[in-house]
């Protein structure tokens, strides 16, 4: 069974800094890894999607890298702002179209002013 | 872009009674919904898979007496919370495609109280 844990569980940083959130899975034999962002409350917002072929994707500041084999992907974040604070949510898709996502718990970021 | 629209954002309700929520593709249509339940500080869970005019797919644990499912039309899923649990209280959410392959689209999902 797919698990998926992230690391930290919450993070405190301040403005202008970069940060790295990360994102294990145990079962390498997936299709693809999403990073989403989740505001108190609110659906997910998708940020970075990375295909199982693929080693990184880049979106502005972010930056998502996956490394299959050891079943890691990291979020990079660089000169992190207020309005980046949420909650950082990883989930990997096993089936190809299969739609089924394995999600971890979330990384919080709050990001001081 | 593509938009789910979810409704309630939020509603309370007492025990034993139902409660329905809806899950709307705007601008585009979805033969396929997905429905995603997370408890406090849980990662979110696939519920069940919702087919437009057909059955829905409930994951393992789930019972489909319980949370039922409709995907009468290409743009609304509906889940009703039957005889509703303290248990039950939850943070729902729905997502879907808006073509073959592309990423899911989310609800801002609908947070469930019961009293």
């Known amino acids: 069974k797919q698990e998926v844990t992230q690391i930290p569980a919450a993070l405190s940083v301040p403005e202008g800094e970069n940060l790295v959130l990360n994102c294990s899975f145990t079962?390498?034999?997936?299709?693809?890894l999403q990073w989403f962002r989740q505001d108190p409350g609110k659906g997910l917002t998708s940020l970075l999607l990375?295909?199982?072929?693929?080693r990184e994707q880049t979106s502005g500041r972010l930056n998502a890298s996956l490394d299959k084999s050891s079943g890691r992907s990291t979020l990079y974040i660089a000169a992190s702002q207020p309005g980046d604070s949420a909650t950082y949510l990883c989930?990997?898709?096993?089936?190809?179209?299969?739609?089924?996502?394995?999600f971890g718990k979330g990384t919080k970021l709050s990001v001081i002013p | 872009g593509a938009v789910v629209s979810q409704h309630p954002s939020w509603v309370i309700c007492k025990s034993g009674t139902s409660v329905k929520i809806e899950c709307r593709s705007l601008d585009f249509q979805a033969t396929t919904m997905f429905w995603y339940r997370q408890f406090p500080k849980q990662s979110l869970m696939l519920m069940a898979t919702?087919?437009?005019?057909?059955?829905?797919?409930?994951e393992q644990g789930v019972e489909k007496d319980k949370f039922l499912i409709n995907h009468a039309s290409l743009t609304l899923s509906t889940l009703t919370v039957t005889s509703a649990h303290p248990e039950d209280s939850s943070f729902y959410i729905c997502?879907?495609?808006?073509?073959?392959?592309?990423?899911?689209?989310f609800g801002n999902g609908t947070r469930l109280t019961v009293t």
């Open positions: 079962d390498s034999a997936i299709y693809n």
């Open positions: 997502s879907a495609p808006d073509r073959l392959n592309s990423p899911l689209h």
């Open positions: 990375i295909q199982s072929s693929q």
């Open positions: 919702s087919n437009e005019g057909s059955k829905a797919t409930y």
């Open positions: 989930a990997v898709e096993v089936g190809a179209g299969s739609y089924q996502l394995t």
